[in-house]
Every structure is written in C-alpha cells, then in structure tokens.
C-alpha cells in the first residue's frame, strides 16, 4: 500500500516563525500536491509539483513556498507565519491516472 | 476555470436507508476525471469511487453508486444500506487528466442516525 506521511499531525507555532510541512511518500510518485482544508471552503490547492526541482503554483500560494529536493519529499513552508494560516495541511501524492491519489493524514497547524 | 458545488452543507440518514449526495461541476473539457472522497473524523481521505467522463456506464463499489450525467454536468453519489461508519464529510471532486491537482467541492456531512 502506498503510504504518504506527514510529519507532523497537530503543530502550534507563533506568527512571524518560519513553519515547515514535510511529506514523504514511499513509492516513487512523480506528482505531489499541498491542499489546505478550511470549514466551508473545501480544499484548496497551495502548490504542487511534477518531479524533483519543479513546482507550480495553486489558487492559493501567497505566503507559501514549497521544496521539492528529492521525488519521495515534498516541504511546505510557510516564510513568516500568520494567524490566518492555522489550518489544516493536506499532502497528496499520485503516478498515474489509473491510481487514486493517496493522502496524508493531515496536519492540524496553530498560528498563535 | 473547472468549479465544483456542493449544495447539500450537511445532510442525515437513518440507518439501512439510502442517501444520495448531490455534486455539479463546471468545465469546458471533453475528457477528465470525476471522484467521490470521504473524511471520517480521523480525517483520511478515502477514495469512495471515481468516474472517467469518457465512460457512459455509471461507477459502481459495493453500497456506493454515482449518478453521472454529463450533459448536465451532474455527479451524484447515491449510498444504498447506509450504516454507521458512513458518517463522515464527503467531497466531490474534479480533474482534468486524473494525475492533476483535485477541484475539490466545499463538501457535505453526513450524519447516520441509528
């Protein structure tokens, strides 16, 4: 089974901190994405990328970079935290069309 | 840009009866991939069922069922014998190559009432 793991599942932090968001998946996908999930907002893609070293913005990326250095890892950051960043953080992660996309667990992210 | 509504914000069933939850979506694509994903509280993303556009025959897995009707951009799931465990926020959602970030609806929550 793929596994796609997020390192962390609840995460307090304080605006204006540099937040990182690690997902790794275990089975060579070439394509991993960030969603934040919001109450009545659904979820909302950050940024997502195809292989190792590209990236590409979603309908939602201000205040965010991402880090793709190796295909198995893919890093959320936040540059300088705020309170309307407290969310949750999904990472996902897909080969082929043929496959469903696998999530993470989630990480629940407190900006205080 | 692809959309997709939710307008059922929350919806309940009792127990052994059927629901269905109701899912439109905008795009100007002739090919492209439809999927059903449900949250319990544990807040996995489950794949419930999925749907290429290019395939008249509705998806079938076990209790669960879509409604795919293309013309009318319409995509909902109809769940048979609900039981307990199908308590949980259920998202529609939209790609346009299966491999491409989810348009993801704002969801429904389903309660099941024993």
């Known amino acids: 089974d793929v596994k796609v793991t997020q390192s962390s599942r609840y995460l307090v932090k304080r605006t204006g901190e540099k937040v990182f968001l690690e997902c790794v998946q275990d089975m060579d996908h070439e394509n991993m994405f960030w969603y934040r999930q919001d109450p009545g907002l659904g979820l909302r893609l950050i940024y997502f990328s195809y292989d190792v070293k590209m990236k590409e913005k979603g309908d939602i990326p201000e205040g965010y970079s991402v880090s793709r250095e190796k295909k198995e890892r893919f890093s959320l950051i936040l540059e300088s935290a705020s309170t309307n960043q407290t969310s949750m953080y999904l990472c996902a992660s897909i080969d082929r069309p043929s496959q469903p996309q696998h999530f993470g667990d989630g990480t629940r992210l407190s900006i205080l | 840009a692809q959309t997709v509504t939710q307008s059922q914000p929350e919806m309940s069933v009792q127990e052994a009866e059927t629901v269905t939850l109701s899912c439109t979506y905008d795009t100007s694509e002739s090919d492209y991939y439809l999927f059903w994903y449900k949250q319990p509280p544990s807040r996995q993303m489950i794949l419930v069922i999925r749907?290429?556009?290019?395939?008249?025959q509705n998806a079938t897995e076990n209790r669960f069922s879509v409604n795919f009707q293309k013309a009318a951009k319409s995509f909902s799931l109809k769940i048979s014998d609900s039981q307990l465990g199908d308590a949980a926020m259920y998202f529609c959602?939209?790609?346009?190559?299966?491999?491409?970030?989810?348009?993801f609806g704002k969801g429904t929550r389903l309660s099941v009432i024993a």
């Open positions: 959602a939209y790609s346009h190559s299966g491999n491409t970030p989810l348009v």
């Open positions: 749907q290429e556009a290019y395939k008249q």
